[in-house]
């Protein structure tokens, strides 16, 4: 093999009109020899044919794939991709966080591959409409709002390490019997959206984790009252403590994107292999954009400042006669990532009907924000910084403005009379 492979190339130069190369000095076998006496020779009438027919030479020559350029194409692939896995080992490695704190967030993972699997496949599984009751917001609960929401408890309360998870969709924080080790407070809202299931638009998950309370132990799970005061009600931390948040995107593609305080990273799901795959390292905020996401069906209903805002951002005059864009998709998570990616602002501000506006704060309003402050942008109530925000009740709602920095800042100027 190894003196017809020597031969083999000097042969394929011949035919292109490239001079042979020279052979090197060694023992060759007899059978080797005749097998290289016959190439030799095959050679030299291939090399005749060619000069006497150049352009099939050429031709022959163009449609030959080279070897540079067939490893060009492998080196595509010759890199293993950074899945969600190898990303949590390597921030454990970092010291970032625990392997107690990777096992929650994957199981978060897992979640959320589940979830996509349940929208994707909603419309041939009886999961669309409504589940004939209301969540503890009075608000009409999906069919796949209670089955997410199960799915986020289910595979929380599994991995051992989560001593008290609280739903959007429960009344109150339920402390995890299961857990032996880590006791993470984790909160989440299974499905944000869901109104738009049916219709086939984008939906998500939330969520958003804090480090267990020194207050909370094991020991006072004898005690009812006390583990209520002591742990459950300590889910009510300030968004400034959050240890991770993110969010699960569910469209035409499923990403997942959070942040462990060390910038925002996102993972697009692979379903061929059933991974998180790293789509978009270190993701930032543009500092500004031309898009507003608001429900301006509530436009009567809002603030002066807030109305004086937008109608700011409509005015031609003031932009170069190309006035802001509006986008509004009806789900936070979708109208956010797509904020993350092309800069602008969202926001739900307070109305007549709702002084405090829609939001949730533990479990929309404070992870989104925490994502938005670790890739250079803000979140703001209009008034004061949402993760300065001490929760006063689970289901606490505030006013919510995020996105670039420089956009934010604007929209303050109006409602704090900057």
């Known amino acids: 093999m190894a003196s017809h492979a020597a031969v083999d190339l000097p042969q394929k130069a011949a035919c292109l009109g490239a001079s042979p190369l020279p052979r090197p000095a060694r023992f060759v076998p007899r059978r080797a020899a005749r097998k290289a006496a016959c190439s030799a020779s095959g050679a030299s009438r291939t090399q005749k044919a060619a000069v006497s027919s150049g352009v099939a030479a050429k031709a022959a020559a163009t449609e030959a794939p080279s070897a540079n350029s067939a490893a060009s194409d492998q080196g595509d692939y010759s890199a293993c991709a950074t899945t969600f896995t190898t990303w949590l080992i390597k921030q454990e490695q970092l010291g970032i966080i625990d392997s107690e704190f990777a096992?929650?967030?994957?199981?978060?993972?897992l979640a959320c591959k589940q979830i996509a699997s349940l929208v994707g496949r909603a419309g041939i599984s009886n999961l669309t409409g409504l589940a004939g009751e209301e969540n503890v917001q009075g608000e009409?609960?999906?069919?796949?709002?209670?089955?997410?929401?199960?799915?986020?408890?289910?595979?929380?309360?599994?991995?051992g390490r989560t001593g008290i998870i609280a739903s959007e969709e429960e009344e109150f924080p339920v402390f995890v019997e299961e857990t032996y080790s880590g006791n993470y407070v984790v909160v989440f809202d299974p499905l944000d959206g869901s109104s738009?299931?049916?219709a086939g638009i984008s939906v998500g998950s939330i969520f958003g984790a804090y480090l267990p309370s020194e207050e909370c132990s094991m020991e006072d799970a004898e005690d009812g009252e006390t583990l209520l005061n002591n742990c459950v009600l300590n889910v009510c931390q300030p968004g400034?403590?959050?240890?991770?948040?993110?969010?699960?995107?569910?469209?035409t593609s499923t990403v997942l994107v959070l942040s462990v305080g060390n910038g925002v990273f996102g993972f697009t799901l692979d379903p061929l292999i059933g991974e998180f795959v790293m789509s978009h390292p270190?993701?930032?905020?543009?500092?500004?954009g031309k898009i507003y996401s608001f429900n301006e069906g509530n436009y009567d209903m809002w603030d002066d400042d807030v109305k004086a805002y937008i109608n700011?951002?409509?005015?031609?005059?003031?932009?170069?006669?190309?006035?802001?864009?509006?986008?509004y998709i009806g789900a936070l998570v979708g109208d956010f990532h797509r904020t993350m990616l092309y800069g602008g602002i969202y926001g739900y501000p307070g109305a007549t009907n709702a002084p405090n506006g829609k939001l949730?704060?533990?479990?929309?309003?404070?992870?989104?924000?925490?994502?938005a402050e670790q890739a250079g942008g803000m979140?703001?109530?209009?008034?004061?910084?949402?993760?300065?925000?001490?929760?006063?009740?689970?289901?606490?709602r505030v006013p919510l403005f995020i996105g670039s920095k420089k956009e934010v800042e604007y929209l303050e100027s109006f409602t704090m009379g900057k």
Not at 381 to 391: H, S
């Open 360 to 371: 949730r704060l533990l479990y929309e309003c404070a992870p989104m924000s925490f994502l």
């Open 282 to 288: 270190y993701m930032q905020v543009p500092e500004s």
């Open 103 to 109: 096992v929650v967030l994957s199981s978060i993972a």
């Open 379 to 396: 979140g703001s109530t209009g008034k004061e910084r949402v993760l300065d925000i001490d929760p006063t009740a689970v289901h606490q």
């Open 312 to 327: 700011s951002l409509k005015d031609p005059d003031k932009w170069g006669g190309k006035p802001y864009s509006s986008r």
């Open 140 to 159: 009409a609960q999906k069919k796949l709002d209670v089955v997410s929401n199960t799915v986020f408890s289910n595979c929380l309360r599994s991995t």
């Open 240 to 251: 400034n403590m959050l240890k991770a948040a993110g969010y699960c995107l569910y469209s």
């Open 196 to 198: 738009n299931i049916d």
